[in-house]
């Protein structure tokens, strides 16, 4: 069964950092490809970042260049550094691991970014 537990969220000034971290378990990470989405109320849940079992990465257009995806294979575990945040960044970001059709999700953390 897989698991997905994020943590790392909370509330920040506009312009600081938060680093989201993603901790997996019943999977063979390696093989996965692994990211983040975010959500708003009211909104579809929008993607954010991948980085896929080979290594490559991308970002969405509005987070390139300010948030950087890692992932350790040998941890389990997946981050998200958020650096420069907006308010418009404020959302509940979900951790997500995809092989194949198949995605699981993690349960969601909230990042706020206000003054």
């Known amino acids: 069964q897989v698991q997905l537990v994020e943590s790392g969220g909370g509330l920040v000034q506009p312009g600081g950092s938060l680093r989201l971290s993603c901790a997996a378990s019943?999977?063979?990470?390696?093989?996965?490809?692994v990211g983040w989405s975010r959500q708003t109320p009211g909104n579809e849940r929008e993607w954010v970042a991948r980085?896929?079992?080979?290594?490559?990465?991308t970002y969405a257009h509005f987070v390139k260049g300010r948030f950087t995806l890692s992932r350790d294979n040998a941890k389990n575990t997946t981050s998200l550094q958020m650096n420069s945040l907006k308010p418009e960044d404020t959302a509940v970001y979900y951790c997500?691991?995809?092989?194949?059709?198949?995605?699981?999700w993690g349960q969601g953390i909230q990042v706020t970014v206000s003054s």
């Open positions: 019943g999977i063979i990470f390696s093989r996965y490809d």
């Open positions: 980085t896929t079992s080979d290594g490559t990465t």
């Open positions: 997500y691991a995809q092989r194949y059709s198949g995605v699981s």
